[in-house]
């Protein structure tokens, strides 16, 4: 009973993925507003009502992407940052973590820079509460690492790190063809560094 128990919490988490990537791609390209439940599910390979047994609407779906996003960088973040006494390193480390994402989760940051405002309140505030702790994890490195600049300089450093990164969905192609991801990372290792500790 337990082995069957087990696949099927197993066969659900799937379907969850595979609906939450398929909901990701769709956003990505055509926006939040431009996308039926039930293209949703034919996409993920399921009736429309089927995602009912998953989310209980399209805006539950939006919410998951956004606040599954949001939680697993803080949670890599943390392991990361924890893993590591020297703050270089940990600053290192971080950086390739972000820019992990990034490359892997394109549609995710596309859905996040347009669909964010289209969240209701609870699941705007949860997504915001979770990005600031993950600024402030950034924040506390970047403090071991320069201790003689303001935690504000330091913030507003942070930010611009993750928009720099988080370019990579809307400028990582070069005439319609995006270079080989070991190019885009190197590059953006290398200017992320720069521009938190120069």
Do not use: C
Not at 82 to 110: G, K, Q
Not at 129 to 149: H, K, N
Not at 170 to 196: C, F, Q
């Amino acid at each position: 009973m337990t082995e069957t128990l087990t696949e099927r919490g197993r066969a659900k988490a799937d379907r969850r993925a595979a609906l939450l990537a398929a909901a990701a791609r769709l956003f990505a390209d055509r926006g939040y507003a431009g996308v039926t439940l039930e293209e949703l599910g034919q996409a993920a390979g399921v009736s429309g009502p089927a995602v009912y047994r998953h989310f209980p609407g399209k805006a539950a779906v939006l919410a998951a992407i956004l606040a599954d996003a949001s939680r697993g960088l803080l949670d890599g973040g943390r392991r990361t940052a924890h893993e590591i006494a020297d703050p270089s390193a940990a600053l290192h480390a971080l950086i390739r973590f972000h820019v992990d994402f990034a490359l892997a989760n394109a549609d995710v940051i596309r859905v996040q820079d347009r669909d964010l405002d289209s969240l209701d309140g609870t699941d705007t505030h949860e997504v915001r509460r979770l990005q600031r702790e993950y600024v402030e994890l950034w924040v506390d490195v970047l403090t071991r690492l320069r201790p003689d600049r303001a935690e504000s300089e330091l913030r507003i450093r942070a930010h611009a790190a993750f928009g720099l990164i988080n370019s990579t969905p809307h400028s990582a192609r070069i005439h319609g063809r995006r270079p080989a991801d070991r190019v885009v990372r190197s590059i953006l290792e290398d200017m992320a560094w720069s521009s938190l500790t120069s």
